[in-house]
C-alpha cells in the first residue's frame, strides 16, 4: 500500500495518559500535516512538518501537543496528559511539496477515545 | 476564519444534479475540494488556482472564482457513489488549509 498509513486507528486512553498517534506519508512525500476533525466537523489544521523541520504549528495547542517527523521513520503527533476534549479523529495528510497548491493525501485516521 | 460552504445538507435522487459552494472572506490563492465518506479518509477530488478556471474530470467540476474569493463543486447526473460530506479547503498564501464545515450530500435511487 503506497499511501498514507496511520496507527493506530484506534487508541483508548484514560485521562492523564500519553496518547502517541503514528503518520507514515506516501512515498516520495516529505511534507505532512496533522488535522483534527469532531464528529459532523470539518477538519481542523493543527500542524505542518517537512523532515526534521516545523513548518507551521498554529494550529497546534501549545500546551501537552507536540509533533516531529524525524529524518527516519514516521512523523509522531504526542498529546500528554490526555483530557476528555481530545477525544476526536485525527487525520494525517500529506505531499509531494510544500504549499497551498499541492494536493494533500489523507490517512485513514486514528480515532482517539479518552476514558 | 473558516470558509462557508452551503448548502449544509443535500438530498438528490440518481441522475439529479446538485452545487456545492464555498465562500471565504479573505482573499484566496487555491481552493481544493475533498469527498470523505462516514469513517474514512477525504478524498482529493481537485485543486483549483486563482486565475478563475474551471476544472472536471468525469461529472464532476468546480469553478473559482477569484473576484468573488468563492468556488463551487458541480455534481451533474449524480451516482450512488457520490454520496458523503464534502469539503473544501481554502489557500491564503500560505501553507496551511482552512477546511470549511463541510456539505452532505445524499444519493438515493
Known amino acids: 500500500n503506497a499511501g498514507v498509513m496511520q496507527n493506530p486507528r484506534h487508541l483508548v486512553r484514560r485521562r492523564g495518559q500519553e496518547a502517541r498517534l503514528r503518520c507514515s506519508p506516501m512515498k516520495g512525500h516529505s511534507h505532512v500535516y496533522w488535522y483534527r476533525q469532531l464528529p459532523e466537523e470539518g477538519l481542523k489544521f493543527m500542524v505542518y512538518?517537512?523532515?526534521?523541520?516545523?513548518?507551521?504549528e498554529s494550529g497546534m495547542p501549545k500546551e501537552r501537543f507536540s509533533a516531529e517527523f524525524p529524518k527516519e521513520g514516521p512523523s509522531i503527533l504526542r498529546i500528554q496528559q490526555v483530557v476528555r476534549g481530545d477525544s476526536a479523529a485525527y487525520f494525517c495528510?500529506?505531499?509531494?511539496?510544500?504549499?497551498?497548491?499541492?494536493?494533500?493525501?489523507f490517512g485513514d485516521g486514528t480515532r482517539l477515545s479518552i476514558l | 476564519q473558516q470558509p462557508v460552504q452551503s448548502p449544509q445538507a443535500v438530498i438528490l435522487r440518481e441522475g439529479e444534479d446538485a452545487v456545492i459552494n464555498c465562500s471565504s472572506s479573505k482573499a484566496l490563492y487555491s481552493v481544493h475540494w475533498y469527498r470523505q465518506k462516514h469513517g474514512e479518509a477525504p478524498v482529493f477530488l481537485m485543486i483549483?488556482?486563482?486565475?478563475?478556471e474551471q476544472k472536471g474530470h468525469d461529472k464532476i467540476s468546480a469553478s473559482f472564482n477569484e473576484k468573488k474569493q468563492q468556488s463551487s463543486l458541480y455534481l451533474t447526473a449524480s451516482q450512488l457513489s457520490y454520496s458523503g460530506t464534502y469539503f473544501c479547503g481554502t489557500g491564503n498564501a500560505g501553507n496551511m488549509l482552512t477546511f470549511g464545515g463541510g456539505t452532505r450530500l445524499m444519493v438515493k435511487p
Open positions: 512538518l517537512q523532515k526534521e523541520n516545523i513548518i507551521d
Open positions: 495528510a500529506s505531499s509531494l511539496a510544500g504549499g497551498e497548491n499541492q494536493p494533500q493525501h
Open positions: 483549483l488556482l486563482k486565475g478563475g
